[in-house]
């Protein structure tokens, strides 16, 4: 169960959000036709208090197996490090807040920056050309790319961007956010 409201523009995209009871999520709609093209999407979450985080960080857009940094503020985060998601923080009053994202469908997915106190969404560009390589040439690696993050239908929803609020960490392990 949820609460939604549906911001509706006049040029036919709009934005949904949503409340659960242990967090909320938001997503874009379009309703153009034909392809188009997104250039960047601005996402910024900011937390109060100055967190405890565990942050998987990376230095590139191809992390598959990267090193979880438990961080014992977020202020203690250099700026501008990235970190794939999903990124757990845990408030000063102990209520555990994770950023995260769901029904992701042909878009990049969702890497955080520390910014300002808080966490910027960062994308990487659409590969213009991969090639095979790597590991015995058995891994796609990109090697140029456009200047926007993805091209996709007019006509379709975006990924949800979701913030899962448990107040006891072994919540975290039952909670079913994503799913819903």
Request: proline share 4%.
């Amino acid at each position: 169960e949820y609460n939604e409201t549906v911001v509706n523009f006049t040029d036919g995209d709009a934005i949904k959000l949503r409340a659960y009871n242990d967090g909320v999520a938001y997503r874009f709609t379009t309703g153009r036709e034909g392809e188009i093209i997104i250039r960047d999407e601005i996402a910024r979450f900011n937390l109060t208090g100055d967190p405890a985080v565990e942050y998987p960080q990376t230095d590139g857009f191809t992390s598959w197996e990267v090193v979880y940094y438990d961080y014992n503020s977020l202020s203690s985060i250099f700026e501008g490090q990235k970190s794939i998601t999903p990124v757990a923080c845990k408030r000063p009053d102990g209520v555990n807040v994770v950023v995260a994202e769901a029904d992701l469908r042909r878009y990049p997915g969702m890497y955080v920056e520390k910014q300002d106190g808080g966490f910027r969404a960062s994308f990487a560009a659409y590969p213009d050309s991969v090639v095979m390589g790597s590991w015995d040439n058995i891994v796609s690696v990109v090697k140029s790319r456009g200047d926007y993050i993805a091209k996709t239908q007019g006509k379709r929803e975006f990924p949800l961007r979701v913030l899962i609020v448990e107040k006891e960490d072994k919540n975290l392990l039952v909670n079913e956010l994503i799913y819903k």
